[in-house]
């Protein structure tokens, strides 16, 4: 769904003006988007650079709550912002980039780099530009790929143009989920990506150089600056809760998931057990994971919050 704060407005780069004062003395600090579609393994890449950082960053995501951090990382934890040991900062992005930016603009230190995990169903170019806000230079776009999803989501009528629009705003591509598919399956998936998005590399996830990669694709290549989308008042993906009870059971929740209406493609959530376990709920597509959590990882219990394609064909 578009942001309310860019519903209306047109982000071009000869109509953008800086304000009046700059931050950080005019500096300029690199910004690297995560694109990818639900479940594609965004969230797991921003653990993955925020374990290996040797410098100071700052991550605006989706939900702090699903970053994974060593306690003992943690400096300082206020609302929805976390401070850690190494100088890396994380925010929500869940009151709008707006003030995400803001945020980090208010720093009397800028970060060495900045990287925004985008929402599974963004589409990158209407997000592009706040890669050229005040502050901020635009490092590249890298967009995630489900290999073991992606031939079946593509052809869908409903979300495989989103998919594209992805990859084509891609300035790096990463396959994740490789070794759940078959080396054919594999080389079809790069096939098709290199029809889609031509000349673009195309790297595993199991590569070490991933995350380090995020921080320096050194910028848009190409032919990368596509059209900006008109703004939409219609979202496809219909975002619902379903209760879960508590206590339950591992089966009474395999029961549930079962269950799914087949127009679901993602779904998540946090269920408790008799003895106080809990268990990490994950749906993607046909593809779920019921992990029980380990005792010193206290969450609170949560409903299963749903994604679903209601018109899903």
Same mark, same amino acid.
């Given at each position: 769904m578009v942001p309310a704060a860019l519903v209306g407005l047109t982000w071009v780069a000869m109509s953008y003006q800086e304000p009046e004062?700059? #931050?950080? *003395? +005019? =500096?300029?600090v690199p910004l690297t988007f995560v694109a990818g579609y639900l /479940?594609?393994?965004? !969230? !797991?890449?921003? &653990? %993955?650079?925020?374990?290996?950082?040797? =410098? #100071?960053?700052?991550?605006?995501? &989706?939900?702090? +709550?699903?970053? &994974?951090? *060593?306690?003992?990382?943690?400096?300082?934890?206020? /609302?929805?912002?976390?401070?850690?040991?190494?100088?890396?900062?994380?925010?929500s992005s869940i009151d709008g980039f707006g003030a995400a930016f803001d945020m980090i603009r208010a720093r009397e230190t800028p970060p060495d780099h900045v990287v925004v995990e985008l929402s599974g169903v963004a589409e990158p170019a209407r997000m592009v530009p706040w890669g050229r806000s005040a502050g901020f230079t635009l490092d590249g776009v890298m967009t995630l790929v489900a290999a073991d999803q992606f031939t079946e989501l593509i052809g869908r009528i409903d979300i495989g143009g989103t998919i594209e629009e992805q990859i084509r705003a891609a300035d790096v591509l990463t396959l994740t989920k490789a070794d759940l598919v078959r080396p054919d399956v594999l080389a079809s998936v790069r096939r098709r990506l290199e029809q889609i998005s031509p000349g673009v590399p195309i790297i595993e996830a199991q590569d070490p150089m991933v995350s380090t990669l995020l921080l320096q694709i050194g910028g848009r290549r190409p032919g990368a600056e596509i059209a900006v989308p008109e703004p939409t008042l219609f979202d496809r993906h219909?975002? +619902?809760?379903?209760?879960? #009870?508590? #206590? !339950?059971?591992?089966?009474?929740? *395999?029961?549930?998931? *079962?269950?799914?209406?087949a127009d679901i493609m993602r779904a998540k959530g946090i269920a408790a057990g008799v003895n106080g376990e809990r268990w990490a709920i %994950?749906?993607? /597509? =046909? =593809?779920?994971?019921?992990? %029980?959590?380990?005792?010193?990882?206290v969450e609170p219990p949560t409903d299963l919050v749903t994604i679903s394609l209601p018109d899903a064909v």
């Amino acid at each position: 769904m578009v942001p309310a704060a860019l519903v209306g407005l047109t982000w071009v780069a000869m109509s953008y003006q800086e304000p009046e004062f700059l #931050p950080w *003395d +005019g =500096r300029r600090v690199p910004l690297t988007f995560v694109a990818g579609y639900l /479940g594609a393994g965004k !969230t !797991t890449l921003i &653990n %993955q650079l925020l374990k290996s950082a040797d =410098r #100071p960053i700052a991550v605006i995501v &989706n939900d702090i +709550g699903e970053i &994974n951090i *060593d306690a003992r990382l943690i400096r300082k934890h206020s /609302g929805d912002t976390i401070e850690l040991s190494d100088g890396c900062v994380c925010c929500s992005s869940i009151d709008g980039f707006g003030a995400a930016f803001d945020m980090i603009r208010a720093r009397e230190t800028p970060p060495d780099h900045v990287v925004v995990e985008l929402s599974g169903v963004a589409e990158p170019a209407r997000m592009v530009p706040w890669g050229r806000s005040a502050g901020f230079t635009l490092d590249g776009v890298m967009t995630l790929v489900a290999a073991d999803q992606f031939t079946e989501l593509i052809g869908r009528i409903d979300i495989g143009g989103t998919i594209e629009e992805q990859i084509r705003a891609a300035d790096v591509l990463t396959l994740t989920k490789a070794d759940l598919v078959r080396p054919d399956v594999l080389a079809s998936v790069r096939r098709r990506l290199e029809q889609i998005s031509p000349g673009v590399p195309i790297i595993e996830a199991q590569d070490p150089m991933v995350s380090t990669l995020l921080l320096q694709i050194g910028g848009r290549r190409p032919g990368a600056e596509i059209a900006v989308p008109e703004p939409t008042l219609f979202d496809r993906h219909v975002v +619902g809760r379903i209760e879960l #009870p508590i #206590p !339950t059971t591992k089966a009474a929740i *395999d029961l549930l998931l *079962d269950a799914l209406p087949a127009d679901i493609m993602r779904a998540k959530g946090i269920a408790a057990g008799v003895n106080g376990e809990r268990w990490a709920i %994950q749906v993607v /597509g =046909r =593809r779920r994971q019921v992990a %029980q959590l380990a005792d010193v990882e206290v969450e609170p219990p949560t409903d299963l919050v749903t994604i679903s394609l209601p018109d899903a064909v």
